[in-house]
Structure formats: C-alpha cells, structure tokens
C-alpha cells in the first residue's frame, strides 16, 4: 500500500526563469507551459508550477523528457533558458530548481529519492524556509533538512510558531498536500518598442504605433483573451513621460478595434517637436475571448478584416510573427 500511495502522487514541475525577466518573456514562457500541460499556476515574477500527471499521459513519456522539452523550446523559440525542478509535491519540485545552477537545467527527484535527497541539504535550501526562520533554527543546532525532519513538530513550533513550524516539519519530511490551481494571467498584456535613436518623425512614430497594435493583437489572440481598454505610454528624452488610457467599446482582440483606440490616444498626446525615446501599449482589464459576446454583423468589410486576421495569425504561428503584416510596420522594421 505505502508503494502504490507513492506512485499515486502527483508529479510536479517548478520552473524558474532568469531574474529581472521582462513581463512579455515571462508570458511566452507561460505559454509554452500551457501547451505542456492544461494545468499551470503562474507564480509572478518569474516562477510557475505544472502539474503533470496528465501531461505525462498525453506526450505518452516521463517527467524527465517534459522539462528536457520544456527547456529546448524556451531555448530555441525565446532565447531563455529555464531551470526545472520535478518531484511529488510543490515543495520538493521547487526546492530542485533552486538547487541547479544558472543558467538551467533539469533535476527530477523520484517520490522513493525525497527523504535521502533532502536529508543533507542546508535547512536555508528548504523551499518555504525563510531567513528569519533559518536563523531560529540553526541557533538550535538545526542546521540540515535531515536534522529538521528528525525533531519533534512540538519543539518546531516552539521555534517557529504554531502554523509555520508545523508546515516546516512537514515539507522537511517530503509531505506537502498543496495542489497546483490554475492561476490566470495578471489581467495585463504589453508591446513596447525602444528608439535607439530620438525621433521627431511623426510617421515612424504612427507606423511604430501601428507594429505594437499588431503585436499586441497577435498576443491577446494566441493567448484567447480580449481586452476591454488600452494604455498607451510615451516616454520623452529628458525622462518625461505621458501616459492616458481609453476603453474600448466592446472587449476586443482584433487588430482593427485595438488600431481605432490607439490611434485616438495618439492623437490625444498632441504629439509636434516632441523627441520620444519610447512607446508602449498596453491592453488592460483582459477577459477571457470566450466570454466576450459575438454580435451579428452585417458589416462585410470587418467580417472579411476577420477572416484575413485569422489567416495571417496561422501564417505567423508557422513561419514567425514577422512573417506578414501591414505595409506599414514591414517599413517601419527596416527602417528601425
């Protein structure tokens, strides 16, 4: 019974991405996560939990082969490489990724592996133990995992603290019922551009605005979201900035909406010898595109705008998001 109970826990993936990784990275991890396995807790900043008892079924292979894939195609897709802990609980799978060094790795602890793995590691290592906690500790003479899984939860308390010394003696010992729950997306998705050089020309500026309103369409679509407002943020030379946001009519994620909006904030800006040094837009408030209504139209132009939309999105899935796109920004790119 105590084997077959092992092999009945759930297999879970830690993933830690790079320190200071930008907010858009960050979410093309979580998508690649998502197509590994439906049920991903992101963890911002840059962490992020799968569980992958179902994934393992799905690709028909093991959690060691996940995270190998995982890391190749943030490598390849991102130019980001990740480490990835897996193990039984959340507790150990996040304490492997920390134990790998940068710049990744893999690192898989078996459920029959935890007690012996754990044991030698500093308490400090202990995914849950923080500094304060370390110290109290190690003034004990609890210096090692092995050490604080071998003394009474009663002394660890007294230590610790009720709550807190109770669920230290449990994660030392490898036990940690927390599941993995689905956590959305933080309610925000962004496209940003940098001008190396100051720019008073006011059609770059617009064919820029125009590059970010496809980018940021292309995201919230691929991404199945729809936002209900916009943000647009100008920066200035000198450290200026300005910044105003407009909501849309309807929750969208379609190009032609975000364009309108967006160029309503830029011409809200009053824009004239102004040098900008950056541009930023941001779609706020998102919604699931599954929510959002689907009125009737009678308006041919935009259903055929629609269908061109869906065609280019599959275009850039396949050969890359550069790939097609309105005169305008394939310009703006080379001339950037």
Not at 67 to 82: A, H, N, P, Q, Y
Not at 97 to 108: E, F, H, N, T
Request: proline content about 6%; charged content about 20%; overall charge positive.
């Amino acid at each position: 019974m105590k084997d077959r109970a092992r092999i009945a826990q759930p297999t879970v993936m830690h993933v830690r991405c790079p320190d200071r990784l930008p907010e858009e990275a960050y979410r093309q991890v979580l998508e690649l996560l998502a197509a590994l396995g439906p049920v991903v807790q992101a963890l911002p900043p840059t962490c992020a939990l799968v569980e992958l008892n179902g994934a393992v079924r799905y690709h028909a292979t093991d959690a060691q082969r996940l995270g190998e894939m995982l890391r190749v195609r943030s490598i390849c897709r991102l130019g980001i490489d990740v480490r990835v802990g897996i193990g039984p609980t959340i507790t150990v799978a996040a304490t492997a990724s920390a134990q790998i060094r940068d710049p990744g790795g893999v690192l898989v602890i078996a459920p029959e592996r935890v007690a012996d793995w754990l044991g030698p590691l500093p308490v400090e290592a202990l995914h849950g133990i923080g500094p304060r906690q370390a110290a109290a500790l190690q003034d004990y003479g609890i210096h090692s995992v092995g050490l604080l899984a071998a003394v009474s939860p009663a002394t660890v308390q007294r230590l610790l603290g009720k709550k807190a010394g109770r669920l230290a003696t449990d994660r030392a010992r490898g036990i940690d019922p927390c599941p993995v729950v689905p956590r959305m997306l933080p309610a925000s998705a962004c496209a940003r551009h940098h001008f190396t050089d100051h720019t008073l020309d006011g059609a770059h500026v617009r064919a820029t605005l125009l590059d970010l309103v496809v980018r940021l369409g292309s995201l919230l679509r691929r991404r199945g979201q729809a936002a209900q407002a916009l943000t647009l943020t100008l920066k200035f030379a000198g450290g200026a900035s300005w910044e105003k946001t407009r909501r849309l009519t309807e929750p969208s994620g379609h190009e032609g909406d975000l364009r309108t909006v967006a160029y309503q904030l830029m011409d809200a800006a009053g824009l004239q010898r102004a040098r900008l040094t950056g541009i930023a837009l941001k779609g706020e408030d998102l919604l699931d595109a599954g929510r959002v209504a689907q009125q009737i139209s009678l308006d041919q132009a935009r259903e055929s705008r629609l269908l061109a939309e869906a065609a280019m999105d599959r275009i850039r899935d396949k050969f890359g998001p550069g790939a097609i796109g309105p005169a305008a920004t394939a310009t703006h790119r080379h001339a950037s």
